[in-house]
């Protein structure tokens, strides 16, 4: 990744970028990764010594690093202590019944798969055995080359998935686009437009749901462009205070206004000779939105106060995630400002339209998130793994993001399991349908293929109205929870209509 320096100018951030290779720039080295291969960990549980040494002897052959335990609640401590891969339980034990200790296993380490071995098979237990997730449930006196296959197959397969993990996550970093991954077609083709563009264009309009990578690409087109090195600055529009916009976008002289104890330069001036990122330019006033057009058309800015313009010399990118052409048909953003900006519009897909990536971006993420955590997690089971394919992604890649690293943080085994996952999710979301699982994310359900998506309209309607019970109605909490100002969200409240359906401490009380 790149390595930003920032430093901060009231609430704006200035950053100067060092570029990435597939841009041409500074070449940064691409580590070659090797697959972190290590010996699955095996634990056998049973209270026969006999039968520990010879399956010890067995799986040592067949790749597995073995650790043996007497006893359920031995197993159960060195579980605690080094996660397994694969256990091989002893169905009857003077402790515990196998079953059981099955139960447990499968609760609190849901990336170890379980064999029951038995010496007394019965068609019961078995099915129970199955139905409570045992992988296999093999017989005594073992039948050696079954057992040793079965061992060499879960070995092949828990490095296949390391593989493929450790392969996507290289490719992803390959392929990487100043810090922007995605190897679908259309994420490709936004690589190369950027790419193409960011020479040329001085004004960019950047849309596309929350979380889809508006202002990793913003800085990607000033990575990519002659820029490159001078100024990057940042404003978000909707954590402005009305009365502060002009100041903060234009500057002010000296007694300005009350509180203007000196003067100072504006976010345009700050990115003189580089960039300027305008977030959320859909929150500007009006009144401020005519100043912006003569800012972009001219060049010119004026400080609050100050007698004359000055000139500047900056590249707008600015990012919406509303439709704006429906926000200049309500009156709400001025049509001759949309088009100034929209000279060159490139919206984010969504990530439910490029489910293609997700196996990839998760492979990076993990990647990432277990060299940090110095983890020695290698991959996803797979039913974590059709769990990720098919959730809904309402927020996008930061969302698939925050679920993989949490998920990271939770597991203490090889494999990160759909467990993990919905763990990640958060226990207040409805029910995955993916499994018998008790909590999972209304994200996780699966996006039913048929039916046409959401307009982003009214999943912001329904997303704030869902914060706004949480917190019983209190705006200022809400604001914080979504992370906008509170005008912002007075604003967003009065465009949904949702004044009076929205819940208000005052209602609550009544
Ligand atoms: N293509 C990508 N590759 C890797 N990480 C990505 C990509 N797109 C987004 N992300 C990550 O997802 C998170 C959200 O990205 P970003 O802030 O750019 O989204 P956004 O569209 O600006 O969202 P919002 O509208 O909510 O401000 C960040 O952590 C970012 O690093
Ligand atoms: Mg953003």
Redesign the pocket.
Known sequence: MYELLSRDISGTSVDSAIPCPRCGMTPMATPVEKPLLTRPLLLVVDDEPPVLKVIERLATKAGFEVVSCGSGAEAMRTLARRPADLALVDLRMPDVNGLDLLRQIRGNHPGCEVILMTGYAAVDSAVEAIKLGAREYLTKPFDIDRLRQVLIDIRLELERRAQVVALESQVARQLEFC????RSPV?QEVFSLIQRLAPHARVVLLS??????????ARAFHQAGPRRGRPFVTINCSAVVDTLFESELFGHVRGAFTGAVESKPGVFEAAHGGTLFL??VGELPLSVQAKLLRALEYGEVQRVGALQPKHVDVTVVA?T?RDLRAEVAAGRFRGDLFYRLNVVDLT?PPLRDRREDIPY?TA?FMRDASARMQKRIQGLTPAAERLLLNARWDG???EL?NVVERACMLTDATLVSERELVGAFGPEQGSTGFSNLPVAGSRLRPATTGDAPAPLDAREREHILDVLRQVNGNRMAAAKLLGISRRALYRRLERHQLADEAPSPASRRS
């Open positions: 810090g922007m991954l995605g994420m596309g749901e929350t979380g889809t990578g508006k202002e990793l690409a977030d959320e990012a995630n984010l971006l990076a996008n890649i930061r993001k």
